[in-house]
Structures are given as C-alpha cells and as structure tokens.
C-alpha cells in the first residue's frame, strides 16, 4: 500500500522541476523572487527540486524588460513589453533543449510559476494586436513541457495551497516514478 511516509524513508526523492523564482532566487524580471514556503518548508521533504527558470537560462538577465504573450495568427507569441523583441523562437528552441535535459535527468513532475508568460500553465494574461487582455493563455515554455511530456503530473504553485490538490499531486509524482522505473 501506497504511504508517504514510506515513500520518503525508501530514500530518494523524486525529481521535482520548479520555478526557480519559488525557491527564493531573485531571478525575476524586476529582481525580486516570489519565495513560496509551502514549496521550501513542506514540499521540499518529498522532493529533489530541479530548478528551471527558462527567461534567465535563455540569457535575458535580472533586471529585464517585461515579457508578455501576445496573440498573433501563427500562434502566440512572446514578446518584450517595452521593447517588442520578439523572443518567441529563441524560448522555443531553449524549451526543447530544456525539457531534453529534463527528460535525461530524469524529472517525475514539475511545479510552474501561476500567471508567468514563459512558465504559466493556465490562465495567463494573453495580448491582442489592439492591447486588450485575456486570460486563457499557456506559458511559452510551459506549452512545450505539457506537448512533450503529456503524463507528466504537473501543477501550479497556488493550486498546491489546497491540500486536497497537494496530496493528489504528491501522489501523482511518486506513482510516475514508479511507473517509469527511475
């Protein structure tokens, strides 16, 4: 029978990706970090983090100019607030190498960022071409992670304060692992 508490004394942990910026590390784009103790205090007992932050590892630096999706016709599209770069292709191309990597390490589920435009896994703040926002778009390296890895259990930060959704998620990851042998 499936226990926790069983789990964890076997000895390793799952590998668990994360936004980094949960973890406490400044590394977003204004240099603040968004520390979420339920992640650092409690979480950190049943997981290995694996942290990610696709904006930093693609080289964008801290401070940075603001990203946000804007929707186009070929699909969405990433882009700098101010500037209007256009990082859509070089986040895409980082996100395939990324989650490769993930995949070889090997990862057993993955913690994003709520309402990030690179790491969002729903409802994130979405552009027109006239301005106007919606909230119904997907983080730009989150898209990739999900096609990619479709079984992966996966989750947002704020959705974890629920301990219903916690525990589900808990045993999601440790069923993966044991699933795929690693």
Not at 66 to 80: E, F, K, M, N, Y
Request: net charge neutral.
């Amino acid at each position: 029978m499936f226990t926790l508490e069983g789990e964890v004394q076997r000895g390793v942990k799952p590998r668990v990706g994360i936004s980094l910026c949960l973890l406490g590390e400044k590394v977003r784009h204004d240099g603040g970090h968004k520390l979420d103790r339920l992640m650092t205090e409690v979480l950190a007992e049943c997981f290995e983090w694996v942290p990610v932050c696709p904006e930093v590892e693609l080289g964008m630096g801290v401070p940075r100019e603001p990203i946000r999706l804007v929707s186009a016709a070929g699909g969405d599209r990433l882009v700098g607030v101010d500037s209007g770069t256009d990082w859509t292709d070089r986040m895409s191309a980082y996100a395939e190498e990324r989650v490769t990597q993930l995949v070889a390490a090997p990862l057993h589920g993955f913690i994003l960022k709520k309402g990030s435009p690179s790491c969002g896994l729903e409802r994130v703040e979405r552009h027109d071409a006239a301005g106007l926002a919606t909230n119904d778009g997907v983080g730009a390296f989150a898209r990739v992670l999900l096609r990619r890895l479709p079984a992966l259990p996966v989750e947002e930060e704020g959705r974890l304060s629920d301990a219903y959704r916690r525990e589900s998620f808990i045993r999601r990851v440790y069923a993966y692992r044991r699933m795929n042998g690693t």
